[in-house]
Each structure stands twice: as structure tokens, then as C-alpha cells.
């Protein structure tokens, strides 16, 4: 069954762009979309890679043309444009595939909005240090470590998770082959697969409050953030 359309989705920092890589490796069938972005790549990012890298001026053009099928400015007036073509979505249903987005939750909830047919899958840090962690380590790999800039990322994230009840499903990303078989599980059973695959799938649902899942909002409702699933 071709022409389903995932979102994954998580804050920054929380590995959902390792996750997708993988899932892409395991499962046929999915086209990626390739996001525009007006940020400067990073490390050995290559034009139409990781994302389509244009100018400021160009990515409001094409707001103003329409092209996009969602967009976001993130973290505020001097932030950057993130965004995914409309066109994407079409090219994915001719060529007889499914379509996978790996977008920021802001672009999310806009396209949730406006197919809410789409299967919503929302990437969980496991908690706030391990989330601090990994921002840090980023942070440090891109020689950016303004303290200004990862506490406004931590709060975002905070902000962030309260969308989570909006998703259909949600995993939490403390080990990698364990989440990585929990995003397969969702795609195949969202194909119709049910053997080997429908009861993990089911485990994943937002709705479920598997254990995993309430542990990891409780550690961020410790500082404050309260989510309820």
C-alpha cells in the first residue's frame, strides 16, 4: 500500500535523524524528503544530502509561492527556515512509495493539520540529562557551546513535549536497536503486516502509556514540565 505519509518528529538533540537513517536501511519502500533550510550545513553535510541549503531571501520566496507543504521558523526571529517542498508528496506517489519526514514538531503539527491521515510518530529523550548530553556533544562537534543557546534548545524541548498527545505513536530513544525496531514495527504494521509486528507496534501507541514512555515525561515533569498521555 503506497502513498502513506510518516512524520517523525522529535526536539532537537533527541536522535530521531539517526533513527531515520536506520529505519531507511531497513525497510523498502520509503522516499525520504529532503528539507530546505537556510541554515549552514554542518560537518560534512553536501547540498541535497542531508538538506537543500538556500538563502534567506529564496526560502521566503518560496513561502510567498506556496511551494511548501509545511515550514517553521526555528527559535525565534534570528533563527533559521526549515521546510518541506510540497511537491514531495506527489513525486513519493508516483514512484509508488511511501513518504518520510523527519521534521522539527512545529512543521509537524502543521501537516498533521492538514492530512490528518498521516501516521505521527514523536521521538522521546529518554530525560533532561541525557538530552542536555547529547545537545552538549552536538554543540561541541559544530564548535558552537554559547550556554545561551542550549538552554534555549532545553526549553524548547520542554515546550515540545507537550505537543506529544497530538502523535498516534511515540517511542523513546534510550537504545537505539530498540527504538529502531519499534520505528520498523509502526511502518510495516501501518502497511498491514501483522505477524511479528502488530502487538510492538501497538506497545508504541501514545495512547498505550507504555512504561517506558510515562517514565521518560516524568523525568522531565520533575523540572517542572508537566505531560500528560
Same mark, same amino acid.
Given at each position: ?70 515550514? =517553521?521558523? /526555528?527559535?525565534?526571529?534570528? #533563527?533559521?527556515?526549515? !521546510?518541506?517542498? &510540497?511537491? @514531495? ?5 508516483? +514512484? ?33 540529562e541525557v538530552l ?52 520498523? =514495527?509502526? /511502518?510495516?504494521?501501518?502497511? #498491514?503486516?501483522?505477524? !511479528?509486528?502488530? &502487538?510492538? @507496534? ?5 495512547? +498505550?502509556g507504555s512504561a ?18
Open positions: 500500500m503506497a502513498g502513506i505519509l510518516f512524520i517523525i518528529s522529535a526536539p532537537s538533540g533527541s536522535g530521531k535523524s539517526t533513527l531515520v537513517s536506520q529505519l531507511r536501511s531497513l525497510v523498502e519502500g520509503l522516499e525520504f524528503s529532503i528539507s530546505y533550510t537556510t541554515r549552514q550545513p554542518r560537518g560534512s553535510e553536501e547540498d541535497g544530502r542531508e538538506y537543500h541549503f538556500t538563502t534567506r531571501a529564496e526560502f521566503e520566496r518560496m513561502i510567498a509561492a506556496g511551494e511548501f507543504l509545511e515550514w =517553521a521558523l /526555528v527559535f525565534g526571529p534570528g #533563527g533559521n527556515y526549515y !521546510g518541506t517542498a &510540497a511537491a @514531495a508528496l506527489d513525486h513519493a506517489r508516483h +514512484a509508488g512509495k511511501d513518504l518520510l519526514l523527519d521534521i522539527d514538531v512545529q512543521g509537524a503539527v502543521q501537516v498533521m493539520q492538514k492530512l490528518p491521515q498521516a501516521v505521527s510518530i514523536f521521538i522521546v529523550p529518554p530525560s533532561p542536555e548530553r547529547r545537545l552538549r556533544n552536538r554543540s561541541e562537534a559544530e564548535h558552537v557551546t554559547s550556554e545561551a543557546d542550549l538552554a534555549q534548545r532545553l526549553s524548547e524541548a520542554r515546550k515540545e513535549l507537550d505537543k506529544i498527545r497530538d502523535f498516534k505513536y511515540a517511542l523513546v530513544n534510550d537504545e537505539l536497536d530498540v527504538a529502531v525496531g519499534e520505528l520498523r =514495527a509502526i /511502518v510495516l504494521a501501518e502497511r #498491514g503486516v501483522q505477524d !511479528g509486528v502488530s &502487538a510492538l @507496534a501497538a506497545s508504541c501507541r501514545t495512547d +498505550a517506558r514512555l510515562l517514565n521518560a515525561l516524568a523525568s522531565f515533569e520533575k523540572q517542572g514540565v508537566g505531560h500528560r498521555v
